[in-house]
């Protein structure tokens, strides 16, 4: 992989992070605990879309993907998706 390749990759990957975020004021154990289990909770999501996704991809070009556009395709579809539900916490619904 190139350097812009990888860069971006890392960039993916903390955008994702920073959207799975969840941050309790003066606890920072509570925050750490909470923010594992908001990824683990949105892990099944994102990885049924890829599956998916990857899946559909495959079939119409006959080639197999690469690993780091999986993991691309997955960190996308998690960030969609702890945007969404980043706004259903962040307006009291959660």
């Known amino acids: 992989m190139k350097k812009r390749e990888v860069l971006s990759l890392i960039v993916l990957i903390v955008v994702y992070v920073l959207f799975s975020f969840r941050y309790f004021p003066e606890d920072s154990l509570k925050t750490a605990v909470e ?3 908001q990824i683990l909770k949105v892990a099944p999501i994102c ?3 890829t599956i ?16 780091d556009r999986v993991v691309r395709i997955y960190l996308t579809i998690g960030v969609m998706a ?3 539900f980043g ?3 962040f307006l009291g619904k959660g």
């Open 35 to 37: 923010t594992l289990l």
């Open 47 to 49: 990885m049924g879309g």
């Open 52 to 67: 998916l996704l990857v899946t559909f991809l495959q079939r119409t070009s006959g080639q197999k993907l690469l690993w």
């Open 82 to 84: 702890e945007f969404i």
């Open 87 to 89: 706004m259903y916490d």
